[in-house]
T-cell receptor, first 114, second 112 residues
Framework: KAGVTQTPRYLIKTRGQQVTLSCSPI?????VSWYQQTPGQGLQFLFE???????NKGNFPGRFSGRQFSNSRSEMNVSTLELGDSALYLC?????????????FGPGTRLTVL | TQLLEQSPQFLSIQEGENLTVYCNSS?????LQWYRQEPGEGPVLLVT?????EVKKLKRLTFQFGDARKDSSLHITAAQTGDTGLYLC????????????FGAGTRLAVHP
């Protein structure tokens, strides 16, 4: 099976702009989670989607949003970009988010905000 | 808020040495996972520990879950340069639907 793919791999934006990142999960996986990884804060949970519904959400401002399509592909959007949004954004898929379930991560999208 | 603290933050050793990294919390977790992340890639799951006191071995890597299920350790025997990477522990937080929280990680560099 193909792994989790994320596009684009690298992105450079300026403050105030908005950005959309895309994630294609492993075929058959219905749960997609998004994480932000920075050197200072580590890996932080953004949100999780299952069957097109957001089931769980981390402590991020409303500028961070996401959605999931009927084919389980997911997008996340960040509006009004700030310098502090520079990070590696990782998406992970799993068959369903059950206790101790394995999350399969994509390679990430590295976002730089200038 | 459930937090996972990892130590040490950085570790630089020579090939052949042994090492242990720790993951601690004041909260009880029903399970903990260990991931390894290499540059330019996403984290990859190494192991899941579920039962308090459980010990799992993966070749030269030994994982232990504390009896009280608040801490875990990863021991690497005879480290190799291929073990270089960021080691992350993660725990599932219950409450409605589950979510995974991560420690800050231990960055390991193994030199030839």
């Amino acid at each position: 099976k193909a792994g989790v793919t994320q596009t684009p791999r690298y992105l450079i934006k300026t403050r105030g702009q908005q950005v959309t990142l895309s994630c294609s999960p492993i075929s058959g996986h219905r749960s997609v989670s998004w994480y932000q990884q920075t050197p200072g804060q580590g890996l932080q949970f953004l949100f999780e989607y299952f069957s097109e519904t957001q089931r769980n959400k981390g402590n991020f401002p409303g500028r961070f949003s996401g959605r999931q399509f009927s084919n389980s592909r997911s997008e996340m959007n960040v509006s009004t970009l700030e310098l502090g949004d520079s990070a590696l954004y990782l998406c992970a898929s799993s068959p369903m988010t059950a206790e101790a379930d394995t999350q399969y991560f994509g390679p990430g999208t590295r976002l730089t905000v200038l | 808020t459930q937090l996972l603290e990892q130590s040490p933050q950085f570790l630089s050793i020579q090939e052949g040495e042994n090492l242990t990294v720790y993951c601690n919390s004041s909260s009880v977790f029903s399970s903990l996972q260990w991931y390894r992340q290499e540059p330019g890639e996403g984290p990859v799951l190494l192991v899941t520990v579920v039962t308090g006191g459980e010990v799992k071995k993966l070749k030269r890597l030994t994982f232990q879950f504390g009896d009280a299920r608040k801490d875990s350790s990863l021991h690497i025997t005879a480290a190799q340069t291929g073990d270089t990477g960021l080691y992350l522990c993660a725990g599932w937080v219950s409450g409605g639907y589950n979510k995974l929280i991560f420690g800050a990680g231990t960055r390991l560099a193994v030199h030839p």
